[in-house]
């Protein structure tokens, strides 16, 4: 269906919340982790069967 520019209707809204931001990794250590935050870090141990806390 064709629709002339300007009349597009919205087709979503992105509503992101604040990151709240606590204990960090060591330098070090987040580099050897891959992130900085110990709440975004999720290890994948393929012998459990994926991702576990």
């Known amino acids: ?11 979503a809204i992105a509503i992101v919340p604040y990151q ?12 050897y982790k891959g992130t900085l935050f110990p709440d975004l870090y999720r290890p994948y141990k393929p012998e459990k069967g994926g991702y576990h806390d």
Do not use: N, R
Request: aromatic share 18%; hydrophobic share 35%; glycine share 8%.
């Open 20 to 31: 709240q931001y606590g204990k960090t990794f060591p330098i070090d250590e987040a580099l």
């Open 1 to 11: 269906m064709y629709q002339p520019s300007g009349d597009w209707p919205m087709l």
